[in-house]
């Protein structure tokens, strides 16, 4: 069975661009959280959504922004492009129905550069 | 707050020799906890995790976890390590009913020696 896939794997933007990146959670999975990973750093979580209706935002400015299809599949997409959102971005899936906890399932991550 | 700290963020070890990664966290509510490991230019493998039950969590590849609630501790032990286990690690812990939020440690550096 295929795991969680994400695409691009990598990717270059320029300051003030904006960016859109893809995550395909595992198949029968239903939640899909992402997570920003700063070099050196621990991820921090962005969103989650389960059934394409937002459950929980973390600490981050409204240029980041997030939504869920039908298929389950889930968009990023960061606004005003700055350096610090240079990063691993990761996005994870579970059978989370709301009752947690649930394991997540991580992709192998979008690398984000701005310059 | 929810928090995570892991204690050590570079382990040098000495293959075949054994390991104690430290984690600690702070918490009102009840928590899971977790271990991930994560190899360079990959995303994250769940190695084990503590949901209830036995305090003494086993995993993959050999490494082992204790949950010590009055400590707040959640220490990853692996009794001989390999080459292949060097790789980043972190903890992390979920609250309650909210699942699908990993609040993360800053991550060890578990470099293993021959």
């Known amino acids: 069975d295929a795991g969680v896939t994400q695409s691009p794997t990598h990717l270059i933007k320029t300051r003030g661009q904006h960016v859109t990146l893809r995550c395909s959670p595992i198949s029968g999975h239903k939640s899909v959280s992402w997570y920003q990973q700063v070099l050196g750093q621990g991820p921090q979580f962005i969103f989650q959504?389960?059934?394409?209706?937002?459950?929980g935002r973390g600490n981050f400015p409204d240029r980041f922004s997030a939504r869920q299809f039908p298929n389950y599949s889930s968009e990023l997409n960061v606004n005003a492009l700055l350096l610090g959102d240079s990063a691993l971005y990761l996005c994870?899936?579970?059978?989370?129905?709301?009752?947690?906890?649930?394991?997540?399932?991580f992709g192998p991550g979008t690398r984000l550069t701005v310059t | 707050a929810q928090s995570v700290t892991q204690l050590d963020s570079q382990v040098p070890v000495f293959e075949e020799a054994p390991v104690e990664l430290r984690c600690n966290y702070s918490?009102?509510?009840?928590?899971?906890l977790f271990w991930y490991v994560q190899y360079p230019n990959q995303g994250l493998q769940l190695l084990l995790k503590y949901l209830s039950g036995s305090t003494l969590v086993k995993g993959i590849n050999g490494f082992e976890a204790e949950f010590n609630k009055s400590q707040t501790s959640f220490h990853l032990r692996k009794p001989s390590v390999h080459i292949s286990d060097t790789a980043e690690y972190f903890c992390?812990?979920?609250?309650?009913?909210?699942?699908?939020?990993?609040?993360f440690g800053q991550g060890t550096e578990l470099s293993v020696k021959p």
């Open positions: 918490s009102s509510v009840s928590v899971y």
């Open positions: 959504y389960y059934e394409k209706e937002e459950r």
């Open positions: 992390a812990v979920s609250e309650g009913n909210q699942g699908g939020k990993l609040i």
């Open positions: 994870a899936s579970s059978w989370d129905r709301g009752r947690g906890p649930y394991e997540q399932y």
